[in-house]
């Protein structure tokens, strides 16, 4: 199976929110990555409601949805109400992570959990097979356009292992830093899903970026 290409919206053009969004549908990219950020968990403030809105409005592909927010289990039912398909929330916002995935998947979400850079897949023993996805984050939080860390590979590897030893079949994403130099490393690590700002938004092209991505 090809690797599943997810542009984050965060680094689209928000003046022309409806026409990136178009590109994106017309592309070979298979996901929308939305970044929802608090001010809290992270030092910065993303969109809420009205721009999710939007983008579920004109959208085609499954949404995505990244919470960068503390205690996220507030907020599960709007987020499924706004169109999330996929709601990944952070090991370290948590506190009763277990319950938090519970009432993601009972709300018919898909659940996953993002690591920081700093927090050990090992932490993720317990939970396993509970989840649809780990988000594996390539560099810290809160920012587009930063560069990759190269530890991530290691995580990766690591993690694809004890996937094989529970026997679970969570998708592998990474996010932060993607492109087309790192990608290919990625896939080999053993990361199923790419998610792709600056690297797909800032250039020339980005249907052809997210092809040669979807190409890797
Ligand atoms: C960062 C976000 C990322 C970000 C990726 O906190 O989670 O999804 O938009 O952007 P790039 O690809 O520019 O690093
Ligand atoms: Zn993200």
Known sequence: MSVIIAPSILA???GNLQRDCEMVNNSKSDWFHL???DGVFVPNISYGMPIINKINEVATKTLDVHLMI????????????????ILTVHYEACT??????????????????????????????????DLDLVLVMSVNPGFGGQ?????????VRNLRILREKS????????????????????????ADALVAGSFVFKSDNPTQTIEDLKNC
Do not use: C, W
Not at 147 to 155: L, R
Not at 168 to 189: H, R
């Open 12 to 14: 689209a053009d928000f």
């Open 147 to 155: 560069s990759f860390i190269e530890n991530t590979y290691e995580k």
């Open 167 to 190: 026997g679970s079949d969570f998708i592998i994403e990474i996010d932060g830093g993607v492109n087309i130099t790192n990608a290919p490393k990625l896939i080999e690590a053993g």
């Open 96 to 129: 009763h992570l277990h319950k938090t995935i519970q009432s993601i998947k009972s709300n018919g979400m898909k659940a996953g959990i993002a690591l920081n850079p700093h927090t050990s897949v090992d932490l993720l023993k317990d939970v396993l097979n």
């Open 70 to 85: 503390i205690d996220p289990e507030r907020y599960i039912e709007t987020f499924k109400n706004v169109g999330a398909d």
């Open 35 to 37: 970044d929802i950020m």
